[in-house]
């Protein structure tokens, strides 16, 4: 072996805070008070089926590799093969699993420097106990100890949920989905942890889709309306959200090419409706449906008290060939620059001051933190800023982030940390990445005396549970 195999797998107690002796010191009390508090996970990717059925999990690669883009992307990016990691559903046998596994340890100096380095050294060391380096002469070591732990009870899905110290999971779904697993969950007497869906309406908005027509009409039969017409349509819709809410929905989410809104009156709605459902609208004529639909979903939401986020401008599925060969969400979804002051003024002329109206804006372009997202949430009592997730939730962005949004939105007028994975096992290494960037936030401010520590203390468990649960209406 060589010399980075022989060293141990050591975490670090200060990793992540200030170098600064005094400024270090602080922090370090600040995550003290907020290491072990609950875990609130308002926007996510998990799978309610995990839970549903406790069903363990399979091996080492289907767990950490396949579901979690952050690392099969950097190892596509290194030439190895999405189908030799099984992204895509593409299932392994023991073999391949094992060799994946293999090619993550070969190509680990890759990760260098990224958040998923962090992330899997955290499961590694805090959640399995391992006490090796992942490198090319320990990783069938590795492989086999993480196997032998996950055929443990203790390693099941409910009892880490408990392990983690979960108090809310919002999964993500579709508005057509039957929801029987969330029902499963909410009838158990045995399982006494909080998983909501999450109302996914995306593609139900877009009547420039090719299957426009088919959705429309598999959310009739889901919400039991006539979707043949706009005001059947809109009226599924209300009702898809109201068997969400029913199931402890908290909030919509919505992702489209950008959050340029408009109002369209009822007639109008109502032509370029019927002309999508006959599948003959037009480019223009799709583009002006969905921007006003987001001001439906606005409406709705002051009526039904979901909360609405948005995180605009991302090319899915920007390589052809992987998504025809491997589907959606498989690592090469890529931002692009936004605008949000100018294309949400109708959408907030409206609902901006509205009772109740929550608003989250989330974006991938760092330069609108400042110059737009925490202006418009330092006027508007409905919009709150987007912690940084997906591709922003890094180390140095976070840190730039906090600097952005705090001069002019504050603390209180940000989300809490969002996950936004589904890649289980990482859950608390971010959460816990995330406590150590604003506990080191925190204590600079100390240091600067900008701040007391009795107040930075404050701030820091309020980050953790008060914002989140009063933004999300938890």
Do not use: C
Not at 13 to 23: N, T, Y
Not at 433 to 442: C, F, G, I, V
């Amino acid at each position: 072996m060589t010399a980075t195999a022989d060293r141990p797998l050591v975490l670090d107690p200060d990793r992540l805070f200030p170098a600064d002796p005094g400024v270090r010191s602080v922090a370090r009390r600040l995550h003290e008070a907020v290491r072990d508090l609950p875990i609130i996970s308002p926007h996510g990717h998990v799978p309610p089926q995990w839970l549903a059925e406790d069903v363990p999990f399979g091996d080492p690669t289907s767990l950490l590799i396949s579901p979690d883009h952050y690392i099969y992307r950097l190892l596509h990016a290194q030439g190895v093969a999405l189908e030799d990691l099984g992204v895509g559903g593409g299932s392994l046998d023991e073999a391949q699993s094992r060799r994946a596994f293999r090619l993550l340890a070969e190509h680990w100096p890759a990760f260098r420097g990224t958040p998923s380095r962090f992330w899997m050294e955290s499961e590694l060391g805090d959640v399995f106990g391992i006490g090796q380096r992942l490198h090319v002469d320990t990783a069938d070591a590795i492989y086999d100890q993480i196997a032998e732990r996950l055929a443990s009870p203790d390693y099941r899905p409910r009892a880490l949920m408990d392990r983690f110290d979960i108090e809310v999971l919002a999964t993500t779904d579709d508005p057509a989905d039957d929801l029987r697993h969330h029902a499963a969950l909410r009838d158990d007497p045995a399982f006494t942890r909080r998983v909501v869906p999450t109302f996914r309406p995306d593609r139900y908005l877009e009547p420039g889709r090719a299957d426009f027509p088919q959705l429309v009409a598999d959310l009739g039969r889901a919400a039991g309306v006539d979707t043949g017409t706009y005001r059947g349509y809109i009226a599924a819709l209300e009702e898809r959200r109201r068997a969400f809410k029913a199931l402890g929905a908290v909030s919509s989410d919505h992702s489209h090419a950008d959050v340029v809104t408009l109002a369209l009156d009822e007639a109008e709605a109502a032509r370029i409706y019927a002309s999508a459902v006959r599948g003959e609208v037009n480019e223009a004529e799709a583009t002006a449906f969905r921007r006003h639909m987001l001001v439906e979903m606005a409406r709705m939401a002051t009526e039904d008290g979901l909360v609405m986020t948005l995180h605009p401008a991302v090319h899915r599925n920007h390589h052809t060939a992987t998504f025809e060969r491997f589907g959606a969400d498989t690592g090469h979804d890529i931002p692009y620059a936004t605008e949000f002051t100018r294309g949400l003024q109708p959408l907030l002329d409206r609902f901006g001051t509205a009772p109740g109206f929550h608003l989250v804006l989330f974006t991938l372009d760092e330069t609108v933190y400042s110059r737009e997202i925490a202006p418009l949430a330092g006027f508007y009592p409905s919009v709150y800023v987007g912690a940084p997730w997906w591709f922003l939730d890094a180390p140095e962005a976070i840190r730039r982030f906090r600097g952005a949004a705090t001069e002019t939105a504050g603390f209180y007028r940000t989300s809490g940390f969002i996950d936004d994975t589904r890649a289980f096992m990482s859950i608390p290494a971010r959460h816990d990445m995330s406590r150590r960037l604003d506990s080191a936030y925190l204590a600079q401010l100390v240091a600067e005396h900008r701040l007391d520590e009795e107040e930075a203390l404050e701030t820091a468990v309020d980050i953790v549970t008060t914002i989140p649960r009063k933004t999300f209406k938890l």
